[in-house]
T-cell receptor
Framework: GAVVSQHPSRVICKSGTSVKIECRSL??????MFWYRQFPKQSLMLMAT?????????EQGVEKDKFLINHASLTLSTLTVTSAHPEDSSFYIC???????????FGQGTRLTVV | QKEVEQNSGPLSVPEGAIASLNCTYS??????FFWYRQYSGKSPELIMS????GDKEDGRFTAQLNKASQYVSLLIRDSQPSDSATYLC??????????FGKGTKLSVIP
């Protein structure tokens, strides 16, 4: 399958600071990237969908000013958690797909801990 | 609202047995169906996709789809301890994003 690389894999930050997570498609151009959040023993919850060159579409209940998504190229999307709080601690996972009818491939995930 | 339902488990099977994982979905226009395996602390890994009614086999894995019953299943033959993981069912309608079930935790007992 296609390779999606996500960095960092783990990050610990202080409350009030911002954290940037990168998601790269290494061997294909991703027209669409998705950002998910997963709390312990819960399923993946879609946060937002981003298409290259346009604004991200956020799911209901997800604060767009807190979770900034940039999809500046066909191979890179970033998620910035701004003014992080302990309740933002979670496993953040990106996925990418080539086209509308193709499956999505996941990055390795980022374990964010806010202290 | 699109829903994908899975029994959370845990489902325990002895090594060498067949593990049967089930999933139902609510959106009748769903067209694409996927099974992902997720080990603890890791991101999901695609193991099977199925798009038409019937069975699709890939090694020890068989996906079964019944659109009339809105039901998709995954069979794992000759289960191994390394198959112990959470299995996520995901459904997609057209170009929309995937909708995931909550996952079934499988434990294969040596």
């Amino acid at each position: 399958g296609a390779v999606v690389s996500q960095h960092p894999s783990r990050v610990i930050c202080k409350s009030g600071t911002s954290v940037k997570i990168e998601c790269r498609s290494l061997d294909f151009q991703a027209t669409t990237m998705f950002w998910y959040r997963q709390f312990p023993k819960q399923s993946l919850m879609l946060m937002a969908t981003s298409n290259e060159g346009s604004k991200a579409t956020y799911e209901q209940g997800v604060e767009k000013d807190k979770f900034l998504i940039n999809h500046a190229s066909l191979t890179l999307s970033t998620l910035t958690v701004t003014s992080a709080h302990p309740e933002d601690s979670s496993f953040y996972i990106c996925s990418a797909r080539v086209g509308a009818d193709t499956e999505a491939f996941f990055g390795q995930g980022t374990r964010l801990t806010v202290v | 609202q699109k829903e994908v339902e899975q029994n959370s488990g845990p489902l325990s099977v002895p090594e060498g047995a067949i593990a049967s994982l089930n999933c139902t979905y609510s959106d009748r226009v769903s067209q694409s169906f996927f099974w992902y395996r997720q080990y603890s602390g890791k991101s999901p890994e695609l193991i099977m996709s199925i798009y038409s009614n019937g069975d699709k086999e890939d090694g020890r894995f068989t996906a079964q789809l019944n659109k009339a019953s809105q039901y998709v299943s995954l069979l794992i033959r000759d289960s191994q301890p390394s198959d112990s993981a959470t299995y996520l069912c995901a459904v997609k309608a057209g170009s929309y994003q995937l909708t995931f079930g909550k996952g079934t935790k499988l434990s294969v007992i040596p």
